[in-house]
């Protein structure tokens, strides 16, 4: 593999438009850093007028991503349209979650200024996109600068109806339910008296006192989503694991944790994910 230097440019002034941005992401939703995510409608029309540039949809189909691209710095009616579209959509898709998602090169103070005033009360996203170029090539950097998440419910009190394994064989990849096993097994390494318990929204495991780790294995192949409970004590130590293992978080409440890992991460990282896995029960011991 050899080093290559490349020079940063601003895609406008290079001749790019936001419709050949829309067309790339098109072609591959998971560049913008999102996870399994599907376009569901692109330039949808709004009932306020507009247009959203994308309506994109977990591979679950649990969330829905109200998703705005901006060439350049953004600005006040950006963010406004965003989260008009983010209001408009959850109102006509209700059983859903919903997120704001902005897509720009320059990702400004004042966008942040905004965000504060409105008291994190906006599950609201921010990619700043870097655009660089070498030779006759361009390349595409997308980097999640913000990400803003209230769960709408305790995970201990969210699908708390019990179901089999069964439920979940049926639900999920063969692989992905091998990945789950793998988890549980490293996860109880030391804890003879885990709890793993099935429930129908995820596979929650814990021990006498209380659930810490809840993991969701998917339709996709070889892949499990994850959240752990973690403490003031250990959470920044948890966060430089998983970004060693090649994955990015997101922060739920206060100190829940949710990321996801693939059969190819398990294997290369098994000793490190054992010891995320591993700190995070000792914690409630």
Same mark, same amino acid.
């Given at each position: 593999m050899k080093y290559v230097k490349t020079?940063?440019?601003?895609?406008?002034?290079?001749?790019?438009?936001?419709?050949?941005?829309?067309?790339?992401?098109?072609?591959?939703?998971?560049?913008?850093? $999102? @996870?399994?995510?599907? =376009?569901? +409608?692109?330039?949808?029309?709004?009932? &306020?007028?507009?247009?959203?540039?994308?309506?994109?949809?977990?591979?679950?189909?649990t969330t829905m991503y109200e998703v705005e691209i901006m060439l350049g710095a953004t600005d006040e009616s950006h963010i406004i349209r965003t989260i008009e579209y983010w209001d408009l959509e959850r109102r006509r898709f209700p059983s859903r979650e919903h997120r704001a998602v902005l897509i720009a090169e320059n990702i400004t103070n004042r966008f942040f200024n905004v965000i504060?005033?409105?008291?994190?009360?906006?599950?609201?996203?921010?990619?700043?996109l870097n655009a660089f170029k070498h030779e006759d090539k361009v390349f595409l950097d997308f980097v999640k600068v913000l990400d803003i998440y209230e769960s709408p419910?305790?995970?201990?009190? $969210? @699908?708390?109806?019990? =179901?089999? +394994?069964?439920?979940?064989?049926?639900? &999920?990849?063969?692989?992905s339910i091998k990945l789950l096993d793998e988890i549980i097994a490293i996860a109880s390494e030391g804890f003879e008296e885990l709890r793993v318990t099935y429930n129908k929204h995820h596979v929650a495991l814990g021990t006498s006192q209380k659930n810490c780790i809840?993991?969701?294995?998917?339709?996709?192949?070889?892949?499990?989503?994850?959240?752990?409970?973690?403490?003031?004590?250990?959470?920044?130590?948890?966060?430089?694991?998983?970004?060693?293992?090649?994955?990015?978080?997101?922060?739920?409440?206060?100190?829940?944790?949710?990321?996801?890992?693939?059969?190819?991460?398990?294997?290369?990282?098994?000793?490190?994910?054992?010891?995320?896995?591993?700190?995070?029960?000792?914690?409630?011991?």
């Open positions: 020079d940063a440019i601003n895609l406008r002034d290079h001749g790019f438009n936001e419709k050949w941005l829309q067309d790339i992401i098109e072609e591959d939703p998971s560049i913008i850093g $999102l @996870g399994e995510i599907e =376009v569901y +409608r692109r330039e949808r029309k709004q009932t &306020s007028g507009g247009r959203i540039d994308f309506l994109m949809l977990s591979a679950d189909s504060s005033l409105m008291n994190k009360s906006i599950p609201i996203i921010a990619i700043q419910e305790d995970e201990e009190d $969210l @699908g708390l109806e019990v =179901v089999d +394994r069964k439920y979940w064989e049926n639900k &999920s990849a063969k692989s809840w993991l969701r294995p998917r339709k996709t192949e070889g892949y499990c989503h994850i959240e752990l409970l973690t403490s003031e004590q250990n959470i920044e130590e948890t966060k430089m694991a998983i970004e060693a293992i090649g994955q990015s978080y997101t922060i739920r409440k206060e100190k829940i944790i949710a990321f996801a890992i693939t059969k190819s991460d398990y294997s290369k990282n098994r000793d490190l994910i054992k010891e995320i896995i591993g700190k995070t029960i000792s914690i409630y011991k």
